[in-house]
């Protein structure tokens, strides 16, 4: 038997469930690095994902706390798809990928990890990236650290926004 190990995890696994909504939270906390907050905009926001199906993995969120995209105002809506655009952009130039997954989900039937915060995620994709521990063990490898990736996005956002 193999064993793979991931200490990384278990503070997410033990760790104490802090109350409230993050996608609340951490916008207003004003420590984008220690929250990975690479842009902001006037009603929403770029966010790496601390638990990433891919490195890259980007949500994108409104600060307004709602569960769907009907109770969104127009301008929300139009932030929201500028900063998809940008995020897309700047992937394309950092991580160079195949493809991408980039999509919400509504609801928790639908897979929504934070049901009551509307958020899209991006999933930068590679031909052949998916490999034998993702289909065997159930197990996702990611060769780069958030912080290098954070380091490595960052520039390419706050380029943008200078513009």
């Not at 105002?73 to 195949?98: F, N």
Request: glycine share 6%; hydrophobic share 40%.
């Amino acid at each position: 038997m193999r064993h793979l190990w991931a200490p990384w995890r278990i503070g997410y696994i033990k760790g104490e469930k802090t109350p409230g909504c993050i996608l609340c939270d951490k916008p207003r906390e004003k420590k984008d690095r220690a929250n990975l907050i690479l842009a902001r905009g006037k009603h929403a926001f770029v966010m790496m994902n601390l638990y990433p199906y891919n490195n890259g993995h980007l949500m994108v969120s409104p600060y307004q706390h709602v569960s769907s995209l009907e109770e969104l105002s127009d301008a929300a809506t139009a932030d929201l798809i500028r900063l998809m655009k940008r995020a897309l952009s700047v992937l394309r130039k950092t991580h160079k990928p195949d493809g991408f997954n980039v999509g919400l989900n509504l609801g928790k039937a639908a897979g929504a990890g934070i049901e009551e915060h509307l958020h899209f995620h991006i999933v930068p994709r590679w031909s052949g990236d998916t490999n034998f521990m993702t289909v065997n063990a159930e197990v996702r490898v990611l060769p780069e650290s958030l912080a290098e990736s954070y380091r490595q996005l960052k520039p390419y956002f706050s380029r943008a926004q200078r513009r």
